[in-house]
């Protein structure tokens, strides 16, 4: 089955413990992305990805590193989580970065940062 | 202003009737508008791609696209309950480029028996 897969589903830590939310894409997808979701603000782009090794900032990169080393893998790090780092992020991917790409979401991930 | 600007609602309409949903954007130069549905607690999905001006009916959904009033619609009739959703409205192709998707904060749709 075609999919994005993102983990964990929930996650609940404390200010300043590093952390690494995953995702992985089955379709052989070029692009990949991450977004957050907020009440009020809708969902923002954080970083996204051309392809491997390529990598650029979105519109709230601040705090997120991001890493392509493998087609399928893009995952999500805060280095530093802080409080205002608590929403409902979701990894979303296409096919490549064109006029009619339709994105494919994985899951979400709801994270807490204490 | 925003770049991409919905009206969060709630937009309650009564089951069978046509529910109207609108977005407006601010990039003159964007190319592709899409409306994704979102249901609570689940991840957004594509409904309907739109690139041209006028309009593009699929099943029971029409989007309509207006460049020159950088506006774009969704228009669901013999609405469901099963269509109680957000809905949002995505923007590419303008001065961020085709990698570039920006979305609305969405409108929530209730669609009452």
């Known amino acids: 089955e075609a999919q994005v897969t993102q983990n964990p589903r929930y996650l609940i830590t404390v200010t300043g413990k590093k952390l690494t939310v995953t995702c992985s894409q089955n379709m052989n997808h070029e692009y990949m992305s991450w977004y957050r979701q907020d009440p009020g603000l809708g969902l923002r782009q954080i970083y996204y990805s051309m392809n491997v090794e390529a990598t650029d900032k979105g519109d709230v990169p601040e705090g997120y590193k991001v890493s392509r080393k493998e087609k399928r893998n893009f995952p999500l790090i805060l280095e530093s989580p802080s409080p205002n780092q608590t929403s409902l992020y979701f990894c979303?991917?296409?096919?490549?970065?064109?006029?009619?790409?339709?994105?494919?979401f994985g899951s979400g991930t709801q994270l807490s940062v204490l | 202003q925003k770049e991409v600007e919905q009206n969060s609602g709630p937009l309650s309409v009564p089951e069978g009737a046509i529910a109207s949903l609108n977005c407006t954007y601010s990039?003159?130069?964007?190319?592709?508008f899409f409306w994704y549905r979102q249901y609570s607690g689940k991840s957004p999905e594509l409904i309907m791609s739109i690139y041209s001006n006028g309009d593009k009916e699929d099943g029971r959904f029409t989007a309509q696209l207006n460049k020159a009033s950088q506006y774009v619609s969704l228009l669901i009739r013999d609405s469901q309950p099963s269509d109680s959703a957000t809905y949002l409205c995505?923007?590419?192709?303008?001065?961020?480029?085709?990698?570039?998707?920006?979305f609305g904060t969405g409108t929530k749709l209730q669609v009452i028996p």
């Open positions: 990039d003159r130069g964007s190319q592709s």
């Open positions: 995505a923007v590419n192709g303008g001065s961020g480029g085709y990698q570039k998707v920006t």
């Open positions: 979303a991917s296409s096919l490549g970065a064109g006029y009619n790409e339709k994105l494919f």
